[in-house]
């Protein structure tokens, strides 16, 4: 759905923007390259980035905030690989189930 008709704006283009950083509806104008029309958009491009920064803060808060980055060195690459032990139950219910 189009949120800006003059500028051919979607709602997807918009949603591309804050997520890849925009913050306000200036910086979202910017990066889809919307210049000044009718302005009927106006309400509706606000309403959308307040939704995100609300449902983006709701996230942090309840996830702890975003994840840091971490580095990659020598010392990760040398994780010893994952082994799975599969113990007598499991071996009888594959058995049953076949
Ligand atoms: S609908 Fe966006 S400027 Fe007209």
């Given at each position: 759905?189009?949120?800006?008709?003059?500028?051919?704006?979607?709602?997807?283009a918009v949603h591309q923007c804050l997520a890849h950083g925009a913050r306000n509806?200036?910086?979202?104008?910017?990066?889809?390259?919307?210049?000044?029309?009718?302005?009927?958009?106006?309400?509706?491009?606000?309403?959308?980035?307040?939704?995100?920064?609300?449902?983006?803060?709701l996230m942090d808060a309840m996830t702890g905030g975003p994840a840091a980055l971490q580095a990659v060195t020598s010392e990760t690459t040398d994780v010893p690989p994952l082994t799975v032990e599969v113990g007598a139950d499991q071996d009888r219910r594959v058995e049953e189930a076949a």
């Open positions: 759905m189009y949120v800006c008709i003059c500028n051919a704006v979607t709602e997807d509806s200036k910086e979202v104008k910017e990066r889809t390259g919307m210049k000044p029309g009718c302005g009927s958009c106006t309400k509706r491009l606000c309403a959308m980035v307040s939704e995100w920064r609300t449902a983006s803060e």
